[in-house]
């Protein structure tokens, strides 16, 4: 059984920084992309950022140049790193990723149990 286990989210003032981790467990082959997502009550999952296996980027608009993806390949983590935080980061954060996990035959998509995060003074 594949699970995506977060951690790292907390309240946090104005300005300040979080880091996020996610790792998957089980039996698995291979993790192609990871990401994390973030939702808010009453609205659809939005994409923060999404690293590949070949370790390319994108992030949405919103955070770029405050939020850094990276990922561990020999662990199986992704991590993302939060710096100049604001209010309307304030969300639940969910992470994802793509495996390939022993007997499935293909790539499925994971998701974590998300974990709050929230910025205010």
């Known amino acids: 059984q594949v699970q995506l286990v977060e951690s790292g989210g907390g309240l946090v003032q104005p300005g300040g920084s979080l880091r996020l981790s996610c790792t998957a467990s089980?039996?698995?082959?291979?993790?192609?992309?990871m990401g994390w997502y973030r939702q808010a009550p009453g609205k659809e999952r939005e994409l923060v950022a999404v690293?590949?296996?070949?370790?390319?980027?994108n992030y949405a608009d919103s955070v770029k140049g405050r939020f850094t993806i990276t990922r561990d390949n020999a662990k199986n983590t992704v991590y993302l790193q939060m710096n100049s935080l604001k209010p309307e980061d304030t969300d639940i954060y969910f992470c994802?990723?793509?495996?390939?996990?022993?007997?499935?035959?293909?790539?499925?998509?994971?998701w974590g149990q998300g974990t709050q995060v929230t910025v205010s003074l």
């Open positions: 690293i590949r296996r070949s370790g390319s980027t």
């Open positions: 089980g039996r698995m082959f291979s993790i192609n992309d």
């Open positions: 994802n990723a793509e495996i390939w996990a022993l007997f499935s035959g293909t790539y499925v998509t994971y």
